[in-house]
């Protein structure tokens, strides 16, 4: 066995996609399954399987996976479940890395929540190579994170830490959020959020948009960066406002953990000096004087779609070595 | 050499508490010296020595001593030294560690801040004995915060790390702080906070209370913690304002770290139920529902005058370590 591989899986809410990843992060084939095709999570799992072992045969590669990692929302490092997840079909309290590992004859697996895959993925081959302490911070439709402290993904006690979509940036009369409760850097910070900023911009003020043309209801964040872009002055008080509340709040996430970097990650974080001049303006604007010019605001690396998948595939490699040393721990025992 | 200590050094803005400690947290013998006595930095170790050599012979210690861990404001684990130590004598960039090392014939010396040191004491030795994931905030004259997560203190990328009592409570239109900006944890949740919201009430309402017999310049805490038990509804609701505040505070912490406790020290923290019970309330209330129930609220079981100079002693037992792990590297490589 010349050359070892590891299994890179990333379920989403729509797709699936797994890639056999080498030990120095290439991605050597990777294809995808629906993932909502089965409402049976053995089913989906028979399914995964099957196109995995297709893959594999196809790369010569049946005999070399040594670790499986896997990035899905809501999946918990700790305990291997994926607990609560609202996004999946298959309800919840999902035993995700067991049955896994029994499909594939007990290679050991490992998995975490989408967020911090992306994490692993740009702490082992992306913009946080060589960094120890670092946040991600993924501005898909919501506002997730992965947040890295002494080299190490921080889960928490209970394998839930790293929420700062959830933290509150407005403590009164905020707009309601997913989650329940109201004024949650989400609802403001997302793809999502800019939508409804727009909305309201459109709605409580009358200067003149381009924006005015398009059915209000209907906005998106493309809408308002294609529109800033084209010099909207009301598109471009939209990326202000957001840049103002995101850079609030990444001036107190610096006080909690003095990152070396904050990461962007996901669509938003491809709006440019758009996002990130406002952004830059107010965390330096708003940090504690000690950290002032120190923490980076840096955008990823990685292709968006390679991202969870190398993360996954990391962890797969952390899942390998777990292995091992429990087999080690053994020998030594008996 | 049966029995070895550390000695742990809390230096605090008014005294230098030290103390001989042994290997299970037992305090053998301690003293103090002014911390203010000399503005010359090598004067001011040359008397700390003095006085901790009389300790340790009183104690027939002299050869005992494995390492040093030292507490104080500002000081920097990373390169030991104590950095804008405003409320120390000795000027800016002290070489704190390796001063003291160089004064007690080369023995191991750790630095940190008072805040982190009192993290580690409770985790050796306090509340948080077991625990891996914590924050533990001092309700001081301002507010501090020690966080644990992966059972080490969160240094970050540069020493700094753990600033909770500076993030923003009030976005707009929020106290000075002493940090120069507004908002700020601290110019609420401390004792100076809720001398300050006495103030506030007594000048803007009119509903009767106690605290107006009071010179309100020279009103404290302490005042307010009074009349709350005897009665007065004006300074209970103070607590419950400041609980309210601190509470929607953690809430925002737990998302990012989601620890199995936040651990209140400090004198603030003996106000029990007055601020614990709006407190936990506003917690519960605030944090994301995955976190509901979880992450506890407990009080420091160490004598506040213990906390600082036994995490200072775990502290030196680390120095010790690391200098033999540094040594036999050493040898490895030769």
């Excluded at 028979?46 to 990035?71: C, F, P, S, T, Y």
């Excluded at 107190?252 to 070396?260: K, T, V, W």
Aim: net charge negative; aromatic share 6%; with cysteine.
């Amino acid at each position: 066995m010349s050359k070892p591989y590891v299994l890179g899986i990333d379920i989403g809410g729509t797709n699936t996609v797994f890639g056999i990843v080498d030990a120095r992060g290439h991605v050597v084939a990777s294809d995808s399954i629906k993932t909502r095709k089965h409402n049976n999570f053995n089913d989906y799992v028979e399914e995964l399987h099957l196109e995995v072992m297709r893959l594999l045969k196809l790369n010569d590669a049946e005999e070399k996976i040594q670790g499986i990692g896997i990035g899905a929302p809501n999946a918990n490092y700790y305990n291997g479940m994926i607990e609560n997840g609202v996004n999946l079909p298959w309800g919840n309290n999902v035993a995700l890395a067991e049955t896994v590992s029994r499909a594939f004859n007990g290679i050991p697996v490992a998995v975490t929540n989408d967020a911090n895959a992306a994490a692993i993925g740009e702490m082992t081959y992306g913009a946080a190579r060589g960094m120890k302490d670092f946040i991600m911070i993924t501005l898909g439709t919501g506002v997730g994170s992965g947040i890295v402290i002494n080299g190490q993904i921080v889960y928490g006690h209970d394998g839930y830490a790293g929420e700062l979509g959830h933290v509150i940036v407005k403590r009164n009369n905020g707009r309601m959020c997913g989650c329940g409760r109201t004024g949650c850097l989400e609802a403001y910070a997302s793809a999502t959020g800019v939508a409804r900023t727009a909305r309201e911009f459109l709605e409580l003020r009358s200067d003149p948009s381009i924006m005015r043309n398009l059915d209000i209801d209907e906005i998106t964040s493309k809408d308002v960066y294609d529109a800033a872009m084209a010099g909207d002055k009301l598109a471009k008080e939209i990326f202000e406002y957001t840049g103002k509340i995101l850079g609030e709040a990444f001036a107190d996430m610096i006080a909690f953990s003095s990152p070396q970097a904050i990461i962007l990650f996901g669509g938003l974080s491809k709006s440019g000096d758009l996002l990130l001049k406002p952004l830059r303006e107010a965390m330096d604007k708003n940090v504690l004087s000690i950290f002032r010019g120190k923490t980076k605001v840096l955008l990823s690396e990685l292709k968006e779609s390679d991202a969870a998948v190398l993360g996954a595939s990391a962890l797969g490699w952390e899942a390998k070595y777990r292995a091992d040393v429990a087999i080690n721990s053994q020998i030594i025992s008996e």
